[in-house]
């Protein structure tokens, strides 16, 4: 029977490992992108949270590449048809730091594939477990979440909410102005070809979006360093995000942060004023 044919629930249990040095490239790069200035992205320091993400990229060759960018479905992940494809949501638990320049083993295993219908139409949610290891000890557990849909409507361009809405007090805040230089070093750093975040004119025509699409995982990843730069002399043990709406390059958006205690309550709001992505870290 071709994979094509065989129940998408069989490849609950399918695993992968990789192993990877966790050279300094990426991590500098990163730094770069996001203008952290003075940042030790060399050997023997600490990878900052989720920057795990910049390492064990799938690799396949460009024959492999599907019309949107992707990769073809298959292998480690269910075939699944439908055309949609996003990483929607995570939640990590950060045991201890990964070590730049370092030798690191990823474990992957695809835990559950459930099919469901809705008002959105037909959608799979795929759950994916990956343990990071270093010196043979688990440095970094992860749950993500891939969901696969049908197309949808267009999407229009989100009004312009002038003034924002008041910032709550004791808030975080930090303004992201997208553009396609950012937008394409993220997805270099990733090696992700997903079109929708470089290519306007597929962007637009293909699937429906008004502007180039802003990367989940990117917005996780300042999330994450607002927390950090907020947050001098803790460590962040436990990260989990949820995307609720897309983000485009058409105006700033904004990152927020409410600390309470050790626990901090996190959202990037969409220009509209809307939030569009759920966040929550843990420090330690």
Known sequence: MSDQNKPLTDWIGSRETRTETLSEFPAQA???MLDLDGEPMTRGNPLPPLWHWFYFLPQPPRSQIDVDGHPKRGGF????????RMFAGARTRFIRPLTIGEPAVREGEILAVKEKSGKAGKLVFVTVRYRLRQDDETRIEEEQDIVYKEP???IPEPVLLTPPPEVPAGAWVEEIKPDTVLLFRFSAL??????????RPYALEEEGYPGLVVHGPLTAVMLAGLTAKHSPGKRITGFTFQGRAPLFDL??????GRPEGDTITLEAQGPDGKTTMQATATLG
């Open 30 to 32: 990163a730094a770069a």
């Open 190 to 199: 990733t090696f992700n070809a997903h079109r929708i975040h470089y290519d």
């Open 152 to 154: 949808g409507p267009r």
């Open 251 to 256: 105006h700033p958006f904004r990152l927020m």
């Open 77 to 84: 992940f269910p075939p699944v048809t439908l055309p949609r």
